[in-house]
């Protein structure tokens, strides 16, 4: 059975920094397609970032580029997701989703490994 627990959220001030961890078991972070999503309050859910299976480039929304940055350790089996510069606009639920085959997709659909989620809150 595959789990996926995030960590790492918190309350930090407009231009901070967090680090989010994803760790995973029952499955390796390198033969899967590892991605990122959000859910702000009220909102829908949202791709941020993803990291395909295959090693390719990164891919990440519009609002995030040049801020977060996506990588993966396979020794810890574990995904990362750095956030720079945070934004009052970032405060959201940030879920890790996996996918066993498959490049990189925004569409939560394609998703079938889903954390709990971790709170993300970005004062002004």
């Known amino acids: 059975q595959v789990q996926l627990v995030e960590s790492g959220g918190g309350l930090v001030q407009a231009g901070g920094s967090l680090r989010l961890s994803c760790a995973a078991s029952g499955r390796t972070v390198s033969s899967s397609t590892m991605t990122w999503f959000r859910q702000a309050s009220g909102k829908e859910r949202e791709f941020v970032a993803a990291l395909s299976r295959l090693g390719s480039t990164p891919r990440y929304a519009d609002p995030v580029k040049g801020r977060f940055t996506i990588s993966r350790d396979n020794a810890k089996n574990t995904v990362y997701l750095q956030l720079r510069s945070l934004k009052v606009e970032d405060t959201a639920v940030y879920y890790c989703?996996?996918?066993?085959?498959?490049?990189?997709?925004?569409?939560?659909?394609?998703?079938?490994?889903w954390g709990q989620g971790t709170q993300v809150t970005v004062s002004s």
């Open positions: 989703a996996a996918r066993a085959w498959g490049l990189s997709s925004s569409a939560e659909s394609d998703y079938g490994y």
